[in-house]
Nanobody
């Protein structure tokens, strides 16, 4: 069994910063890609940023230059540093991981989500 546990969400004023963390635990052999997605009620979940095991990153255009994703492979943890937040960043943020379990199965896993609210 694999679990992704997020932390770091909350309420912040426009222009402020937040740092999200997500730790993966359980029967993990190797994690390929870790990432963050977000969803606003009534809209599709969208990619925010992702990072592969080699450190290559990919960002949504709307967050480029403001957000930074990083990971600690030894701790199976991914971080999202969010700066210059604005009201359009308000959403539930979900951690995602594509990984091999010790049973050698490959799967896509999600965290429970953490709310980020930016007040103007």
């Amino acid at each position: 069994q694999v679990q992704l546990v997020e932390s770091g969400g909350g309420l912040v004023q426009a222009g402020g910063s937040l740092r999200l963390s997500c730790a993966a635990s359980g029967s993990i052999f190797r994690i390929n890609v870790m990432g963050w997605y977000r969803q606003v009620l009534g809209k599709q979940r969208e990619l925010v940023a992702r990072i592969n095991s080699g450190g290559s990153t990919d960002y949504a255009d709307s967050v480029k230059g403001r957000f930074a994703i990083a990971r600690d492979n030894a701790r199976n943890t991914v971080y999202l540093q969010m700066n210059s937040l604005n009201s359009e960043d308000t959403a539930v943020y979900y951690c995602n991981a594509n990984l091999w379990t010790r049973a050698t199965s490959y799967g896509n896993y999600w965290g429970q989500g953490t709310q980020v609210t930016v007040s103007s």
